[in-house]
């Protein structure tokens, strides 16, 4: 029984830990297609006021880069890299030691995608995410998302 109460417990904690770093950023998913059978995918991050998104190279090792995974689709093939739009911010922290990499307010990752015919298919991944302030960093958190690409 204990042992029941203990899983039980790190669950909750684990569950209440990524609900708090979900709530200091928000994400949106769009689509635009670029040329023909070619779609920029927008993964977009609102982040709170006093909150920072790590970029996906950090800089330095300690802080945990933002990860954004996709799951394979034989109907798709992605650009080797996603890249990030925003205003990226390089700050030397001490307690990092070195200069870290992260965005305020907004960032956008792009992916571009390629499809390998006139077809319509969904396009799944997860974001994996850590959010800190001046005082503190929240545990780790991840999210999945399902895009639409392509069709008429």
Known sequence: MK?????ASLFLVTVFAQAQS????????????IADKTFEIHISAAVNPGWHLYAQ?????GPLPNTISFTKNPLVTFEPKVKEVGKLIK????V???VVNY?????DFVQVVTLKGNIKTNVNGKIEFTVCNDRE????A??????????K
Do not use: A, I, M, R
Request: glycine residues 10%; proline residues 4%.
């Open 142 to 151: 991840d999210v999945d998302f399902t895009v639409n690409v392509g069709g």
């Open 137 to 140: 960093c929240l545990p780790p």
């Open 57 to 61: 190279e950090v800089g330095v090792e």
């Open 96 to 98: 990092w030691g070195g």
């Open 22 to 33: 979900s709530k200091q950023v928000k994400w949106t998913y769009t689509v635009k297609k």
């Open 91 to 94: 700050k030397n922290e001490d």
């Open 103 to 107: 965005y305020e307010k907004s960032v």
């Open 3 to 7: 042992h029941l109460l203990v899983v």
